[in-house]
Nanobody
Framework: QVQLVESGGGLVQAGDSLRLSCTASGLTFDLYAMAWFRQAPGKERDFVASIARDSVNSRYADSLKGRFTISRDNAKNMVYLQMNSLQPEDTAVYYC????????????????????WGQGTQVTVSS
């Protein structure tokens, strides 16, 4: 079955960087658009970033542009989220999500569009 497994979360200080990884199995990875979402305590799950099947297109939450970068390695079935200049408000559980996409270049930002989800990895940023 399809599995998405996130890793790389942890406790960091404000201003630090982290790179999250998501390993996919049980699917033909290069047929899937991928994304990261996050959910802070007591809040709804929010879109972070998404990337098209062939990496040509990506999309970011407006508030995160310039600090976060999404990338993927189709040969390794992995998607990454590089997070720089982390702030306490970035504290959340970060989820990897996958969507079977007919078009190589499409990106998607609504969580309801995604078929598969990982279990999440906690990122905590202290001030």
């Amino acid at each position: 079955q399809v599995q998405l497994v996130e890793s790389g979360g942890g406790l960091v200080q404000a201003g630090d960087s982290l790179r999250l990884s998501c390993t996919a199995s049980g699917l033909t990875f290069d047929l899937y658009a991928m994304a990261w979402f996050r959910q802070a305590p007591g809040k709804e799950r929010d879109f972070v970033a998404s990337i098209a099947r062939d990496s040509v297109n990506s999309r970011y939450a407006d508030s995160l542009k310039g600090r976060f970068t999404i990338s993927r390695d189709n040969a390794k079935n992995m998607v990454y989220l590089q997070m720089n200049s982390l702030q306490p408000e970035d504290t959340a559980v970060y989820y990897c999500a996958g969507l079977s996409s007919l078009r190589r270049t499409d990106v998607y930002a609504r969580d309801s569009q995604y078929n598969y989800w990982g279990q999440g990895t906690q990122v905590t940023v202290s001030s």
